[in-house]
């Protein structure tokens, strides 16, 4: 079964920083273009970063500045560096494919940012 497994959130005050993780288990997705997505309650869900196989990213324009998205090919693993958070980052953080499509939703890791 395809599976991705976030991991890294926690509870962090104002101004903290966070690594997430997004690791592929049961198969390689070093060919996909891999985003993070975040909901947060009572919202939708929504592509927060993305980084295409070649490298290229794209950010959410309220995340622009503070977050980066990478990856590691030989760890098969994508992760998001969070910077500066803010209260309104507060969301459960999941990743997927960057249409969406690559696995079902899992249960994302969960990131507060309050002091």
């Given at each position: 079964?395809?599976?991705?497994?976030?991991?890294g959130?926690?509870?962090?005050?104002?101004?903290?920083?966070?690594?997430?993780?997004?690791?592929?288990?049961?198969?390689?997705?070093?060919?996909?273009?891999?985003?993070?997505?975040?909901?947060?309650p009572?919202?939708?869900?929504?592509?927060?970063?993305?980084?295409t196989?070649?490298?290229?990213?794209?950010?959410?324009?309220?995340?622009?500045?503070?977050?980066?998205?990478?990856?590691?090919?030989?760890?098969?693993?994508?992760?998001?560096?969070?910077?500066?958070?803010?209260p309104?980052?507060?969301?459960?953080?999941?990743?997927?494919?960057?249409?969406?499509?690559?696995?079902?939703?899992?249960?994302?890791?969960?990131?507060?940012?309050?002091?």
């Amino acid at each position: 079964q395809l599976q991705l497994v976030e991991s890294g959130g926690g509870l962090v005050q104002p101004g903290g920083s966070l690594r997430l993780s997004c690791a592929a288990s049961g198969f390689t997705f070093n060919y996909y273009a891999i985003g993070w997505f975040r909901q947060a309650p009572g919202k939708e869900r929504e592509l927060v970063a993305a980084i295409t196989r070649s490298g290229s990213t794209n950010y959410v324009d309220s995340v622009k500045g503070r977050f980066t998205i990478s990856r590691v090919f030989t760890k098969n693993t994508v992760y998001l560096q969070m910077n500066s958070l803010k209260p309104e980052d507060t969301a459960v953080y999941y990743c997927n494919s960057e249409d969406a499509s690559l696995v079902s939703w899992g249960p994302g890791t969960q990131v507060t940012v309050s002091s």
